[in-house]
């Protein structure tokens, strides 16, 4: 594949990348970049997971070297969202659905890594380089670059603030050129571009994709039941939670429905160059077929496509995706309640 495809890839569906210069200067002066995201194993997967692993697709399918890094011990630090008994579970809890989700949409893994945070971010060096680096940085500004994705509440845990100081130097001791993660990293991916050069390290490129609205309308959480769809929902728990999802006709913005379309499902028909059918009666104007997300888009934008026909066609892709995950995971159901007892 050219660069120029390669670059392509890269920047599909992302929302911002500091910086695009230094990207495309990596692609053609090195034959296989590397990059890494980093997830920390707190709440069950849900839906929304599919954004990054798509984008982690497109990396791979770019020629790039990918580390998921599952961070455990930035799982912990967030306010123990991950009790620290439970920790070795839902590593692997994370690392088995991951896989899985990765097979689901056909990623070639063939230069995937899992790395656990604690076999790096415990040793000497590591923790030499933390120290260093909280030298250099008060609480307001750690506090201020973890604001949107670490829980602080009224009375701040101090390993909050340790938090994006760990994030940055994961950069560093994963040897990577890029770092990927949603746009409410921002933040803390500024942050590290801040502090490496501080130790003596290079900043590294950071790529963002936007944050898939939850089915409420508002950010997808974990934590917000309403708001997502739990990755071994059964088809009856999809069609219920889909049904009442927030989609109103002609309406973009905030639309979870709409954005799945945009960021999952016609992304996998784009590249396989298959067609997006959605079924109606002869008597609401017969089934409707689309090659491409912005076709969709327009569609609904100018009210030819009702809510509950984009829903009803989003129940049957997101059952189809999901329904190998599940069949895989029978059985295995000792793992899941271990790791959330």
Not at 146 to 166: C, N, Q, T, W
């Amino acid at each position: 594949m050219t660069i120029n495809k390669n670059l392509e890839l890269v920047k599909r569906n992302t929302e911002d990348i500091v910086k695009l210069e230094e990207l495309e200067k990596l692609l053609k002066e090195k034959k296989q970049p590397s990059a890494y995201i980093g997830m920390a194993c707190s709440g069950k997967i849900h839906i929304g997971y599919f954004v990054p692993i798509m984008k982690i697709r497109d990396f791979l399918n770019a020629g790039f070297k990918f580390k998921i890094l599952i961070a455990d011990m930035h799982a912990h630090l967030d306010d123990r969202k991950t009790p620290f008994e439970l920790l070795d579970k839902r590593v692997k809890y994370y690392k088995e659905i991951l896989s899985l989700m990765l097979k689901s949409v056909n990623a070639d893994i063939k230069n995937l890594e899992f790395v656990r945070g604690s076999d790096f971010e415990l040793k000497r060096d590591y923790m030499l380089d933390t120290l260093r680096l909280s030298a250099w940085n008060t609480l307001t500004r750690c506090k201020r670059a973890a604001s949107e994705v670490v829980r602080f509440g009224d009375e701040p845990k101090l390993s909050g603030f340790i938090y994006p100081i760990m994030q940055a130097l994961d950069e560093e001791y994963l040897e990577v050129d890029c770092q990927y993660g949603g746009i409410d990293q921002r933040k803390i991916l500024m942050f590290a571009r801040e502090n490496l050069p501080k130790l003596g390290y290079k900043p590294r490129i950071e790529i963002m994709t936007p944050m898939l609205p939850g089915l409420n309308g508002e950010k997808m959480s974990s934590s917000v039941e309403q708001s997502k769809i739990d990755i071994l929902s059964t088809k009856e728990d999809i069609k219920s939670k889909i049904n009442k999802a927030f989609c109103p006709e002609g309406e973009v913005e905030n639309n979870g429905v709409l954005a799945f379309f945009k960021y999952v499902i016609m992304v996998l028909k784009e590249d396989k160059k298959d067609k997006l059918i959605i079924k109606r009666p002869e008597k609401w104007g017969g089934n409707l077929e689309f090659n491409s997300y912005g076709q969709l888009e327009t569609t609904f934008i100018k009210k030819e496509l009702h809510p509950m026909d984009l829903k009803t066609a989003l129940i049957e892709e997101l059952d189809n995706l999901i329904d190998p995950i599940r069949k895989s995971m029978k059985g295995k159901e000792k793992l899941i309640k271990e790791a959330y007892p």
